[in-house]
């Protein structure tokens, strides 16, 4: 009681104040002052709120919804469709401004929307519009309320993906620790091209880093569909095994084709091309091969020279990293080498930290 009490008067010093385009503060550093009484149920709340005029002004924004929108706007005295029309589909706009206009559906919107820029991961929110009065005719001021769903969504994704990578590992004499070294180390090259060479990769942005490694650790997910007598054979295959064997790359396209995010599919695809075009599935050659799995090649392949195997030695850090290099312009992307050959180190402290 007393709590509530508190929270009575820390809103009863909130003043009301009339809705002047001059009271709307320049991006001075400090949440929106206040413009309708409505806005002070949201002030404290947990739920990130805007309040927007007719005109689609954000008048209002509560500390929530600062919070989750810091580093992606400024949302100060901006006008809504500024402010996040690059975020809704143009169909979403106009049913946005038909809502409020014609009062369509009643005065009421609800929508999802996608939020990213470079340097921050994308959030996925669910957005709810309503006039703030119900009882108005024409409202003057509607609330946009926001339900960030950004977890809640990956979790789903990936928590099927993750039981696929688990039915592949049963098959695949692979074993659970190379998926997860393979993750840590594209991520590595991938967070390198971020940091260092965004002019030349401008393409990695903080989403692309965030990805790669879960994507490439289901690089041979398509090993599921190799019958097991050609995947566990001991000693070389025949040139039609081999044939069976490069299917993987194809199947594991297919079965990530239900994956959002295209990245997936072009790791499985094409992680076995190779620069000189003399790899597999396509004979892709130069940059036709797609970033995220030139970058995945060299993540697989240093981890598999790494091994032991029924049919070969293990080999230690430096021969590899030497082995790799030699093959610079020819199975690897020739810049790609140089950024591996300078984070190398780094490669070989995760195969240590994350050995079988
Ligand atoms: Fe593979
Ligand atoms: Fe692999």
């Known amino acids: 009681m007393a709590d509530s009490n508190r929270d009575m008067e820390e809103l009863e010093e909130v003043e009301p104040l009339e809705v002047l385009d001059e009271d709307i503060p320049d991006k001075s550093g400090e949440h929106l002052q206040l413009f309708s009484s409505s806005s002070k149920l949201f002030l404290n709340s947990i739920f990130p ?26 949302l100060q005295g901006c006008y809504f469709t500024d402010v996040f029309g690059k975020a809704f589909e143009i169909d979403d706009i106009r049913k946005i401004w038909e809502t409020i206009i014609n009062g369509e559906n009643g005065y009421s919107w609800k929508g999802k929307v996608r939020i990213k820029s470079r340097a921050m991961v994308s959030v996925q929110v669910r957005v709810y519009i309503f006039p703030t009065d119900l009882d108005i005719k024409e409202p003057h001021e509607f609330i946009v309320m ?21 039915a592949s590992k049963l098959k695949d004499n692979d074993t659970g620790k190379h998926i997860i070294r393979v993750n840590y180390y594209s991520k590595r090259i991938a967070e390198e091209l971020y940091h260092n060479y965004n002019e030349k990769y401008f393409q ?48 594991g396209a297919f079965i990530l084709s239900t994956y959002p995010n295209p990245m997936a599919k072009e790791i499985a695809l094409s992680h076995h091309e190779r620069w000189d075009g003399n790899g597999y599935p396509f004979q892709l050659e130069g940059d036709m091969i797609p970033l995220a799995a030139r970058i995945v090649t060299f993540a697989d392949v240093y981890d598999a020279l790494r091994m032991e195997r029924s049919y070969k030695p293990a080999l230690t850090h430096s021969v590899t990293v030497e082995k790799m290099m030699q093959d610079k312009g020819a199975h690897f992307d020739p810049f790609l080498s140089d950024v591996f050959y300078s984070i190398a180190e780094d490669f070989n402290r995760l195969y240590e930290k994350n050995k079988d």
């Open 146 to 166: 926001f339900d960030d769903v950004t977890e809640e969504n990956k979790q789903l994704l990936t928590s099927v993906f993750i039981s696929l990578l688990e």
């Open 49 to 74: 709120v805007l309040i927007i005029d007719r005109n689609l002004k954000i008048v209002f924004a509560n500390p929530s919804c600062e919070n989750l929108f810091t580093n992606f706007f400024n």
């Open 204 to 251: 990695v942005d903080a989403d692309f880093v965030e990805n790669i490694g879960f994507l490439a650790s289901m690089h041979d997910v398509g090993k599921i569909g190799t019958p097991d007598d050609i995947l566990n054979k001991e000693g070389p295959l025949s040139e039609w095994e081999w044939a069976i064997m490069r299917e993987h790359t194809k199947n």
